[in-house]
């Protein structure tokens, strides 16, 4: 099947209170022009690098998010034009985005990332990390970013059981803070599913799936 077909097939399957973002890293822009020309406009990019790339080459009414680890002295290449960031695991990396958001007279939308895995090696912050985040004066104060949701990696493996309990933590965490809502707080997003689990984590109360081969194929 076409790029177009696999994300018309995708998107009939998803109920309208589910943002699809097409994961396009590594994928070069022609296959990303042909998702755009099937309706496409959420794109999600791991490499600020490639996703400004991509911003200058393609269509302004593009909405581009970072879906990967990001480095805080590269924010200001995505600054003027990142529309959402997902992967944020840290104070110093929200003031930075604050920073930088604030000269270019914008308020970024951002994702906290959670540790929803049993795995060494993927980021996020556990509970106690993020409502010291939340709790801080510092975050309390920025005034050009504003949180909008929470962000989440199961573990990669086959076990269905390991993977919903995962899902389901991260809603519940999502749930425990929704009451919270301040300025800079304003909590309508959970980041959850890729491919490989993304209509299990729909079950789970997921509002963005991030979906990468199963659009574009393998990487
Ligand atoms: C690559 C990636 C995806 C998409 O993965 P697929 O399995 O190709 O759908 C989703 N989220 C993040 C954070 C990624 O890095």
Redesign the pocket.
Known sequence: MSIAQNLLKIKSTLAEHVTLVA?S?TKPISDLMEAYDAGQRIF?E?KIQEMAEKWEAMPKDIQWHM??HVQSNKVKFMAPFVSLI??IDSLKLLEEINKQALKNNRIIDCLLQIYIAEEESKFGLDEEELNEILASESFQKMKNIRIVGLMG?ATFTDNQNQIKKEFTHLKAIFDNLKSKQTANLQLNTISMG???DYKLAIDCGSTMV?????IFGG?
């Open positions: 994961v890293k999600g791991n879906i990967g997902h992967g990696m890729m491919s490989g991030r979906i990468g081969s199963s990487r």
